[in-house]
């Protein structure tokens, strides 16, 4: 079975940066797609950004130009550096992954970490 553990979240400034990591138990992950959430207080969970075993990725509008999304194979991890942090950033943030991008969806994933709390504040 796949486990995922999220790390990296804090408290940082506005204008501040973070890198998120999610690693993974098995390698299986290498060939999956892979997308970061997040979920605000009283907010619905949403894709923040994706990436394919490709290589290639996606973001959401909201975070496109801040935030870059990555992989390292040999470590079974993928990365999210977040840049220019805003207030609105704040939430717990979540990776998944499945065998294709298009089954992404929060709505269609059933099983989820812990997450890992970002902060933004002054």
């Known amino acids: 079975q796949l486990t995922l553990v999220e790390s990296g979240g804090g408290l940082v400034q506005p204008g501040g940066s973070l890198r998120l990591s999610c690693a993974a138990s098995s390698s299986i992950f290498n060939s999956h797609a892979v997308a970061w959430y997040r979920q605000a207080p009283g907010e619905q969970r949403e894709l923040v950004a994706a990436?394919?075993?490709?290589?290639?990725?996606k973001y959401a509008d909201s975070v496109k130009g801040r935030f870059t999304v990555s992989r390292d194979f040999a470590k079974k991890t993928v990365y999210l550096q977040m840049n220019s942090l805003k207030p609105e950033d704040t939430a717990v943030y979540y990776c998944n992954s499945a065998q294709f991008a298009q089954q992404l969806n929060p709505k269609d994933l059933h099983s989820w970490g812990q997450g890992t709390q970002v902060v933004v504040s002054s």
């Open positions: 990436i394919i075993s490709g290589g290639a990725a």
